[in-house]
């Protein structure tokens, strides 16, 4: 699949132990707000991408990362550290790095959510410095949520659907400011936009990544569509 731009939602996730939940998420997602919003290696990178290029165009533009964690997550760290030699790089521990280091800008310019699923309870900053990722403790003070997507469906007061309404307010300013731009061709990019300004889009996104330049009007998004 190639980029879009509109890769709002980032799942990062170990293949060993969490694929299925990362997957049923990833479909739930689709489902709730459309296809290309939501970024899964499989089949984001498609055959042919260059995958470590890919990856990082993909998380540093995202609105929300959520990071799917299982039972003996942080070890995964440091077995990654024994087996990989270079040049092989542990790609969960690269999008984590990059997403804390957004969600940590002021203003943030990503929401990381942590998700436990399997029973796995939330790591510490110790248990991370011990697996050899001191860089990641920050995400041991992040709110975390926990549900198994790939088994129930959802109910009222499942608390997978706190998770889908947190996204859904995350995503609301950049999809109101599509859904103008579509139902205002000639109209111009105002300067105190909310949905431009107040979330830091410049700072988000380079202007290749969108569907049009951030300086240009919506009479040129038109013209391209």
């Known amino acids: 699949m190639p980029a879009t731009g509109q890769e709002w939602i980032f799942i990062s996730y170990r293949r060993k132990g969490c694929r299925d939940e990362a997957h049923a998420l990833a479909a739930r997602l689709r489902e709730r707000i459309h296809h290309g919003a939501v970024f ?38 440091a077995d990654r550290a024994r087996d990989l030699r270079p040049p092989q790089v542990d790609y969960v521990r690269l999008e984590l790095a990059a997403a804390l280091e957004r969600a940590r800008r002021q203003p943030p310019q990503c929401v990381l959510i942590p998700w436990l699923v399997g029973g796995a309870t939330m790591p510490t ?36 659907e706190r998770l889908l309404e947190r996204i859904d307010r995350e995503i609301a300013p950049m999809r109101e400011t599509y ?39 919506s009479s040129q998004l038109r013209a391209i569509c």
């Not at 499989?42 to 964690?69: C, H, K, N, T, Y």
């Not at 990641?136 to 007061?157: C, E, K, N, T, W």
């Not at 205002?184 to 202007?207: H, I, M, S, V």
């Open 40 to 77: 899964l290696d499989e089949p984001g990178i498609d055959l042919g991408d260059d995958f470590d290029q890919r990856l990082r165009q993909a998380v540093s533009s995202a609105l929300v990362v959520i990071v799917v964690i299982g039972k003996g997550w942080p070890q995964t760290f």
């Open 125 to 160: 900053d110790a248990e991370l410095a011990a697996a050899g990722a001191a860089e990641l403790g920050d995400l041991a003070r992040r709110q975390a949520g926990s549900g198994d997507f790939a088994h129930a469906p959802l109910s009222p007061g499942d608390p997978t």
């Open 179 to 217: 859904q103008d731009l579509i139902n205002n061709p000639a109209k111009p990019f105002a300067d105190d936009d909310p949905g431009l300004e107040t979330r830091g889009l410049d700072a988000r996104y380079k202007p290749q990544d969108l569907f049009t330049p951030m300086l240009s009007d």
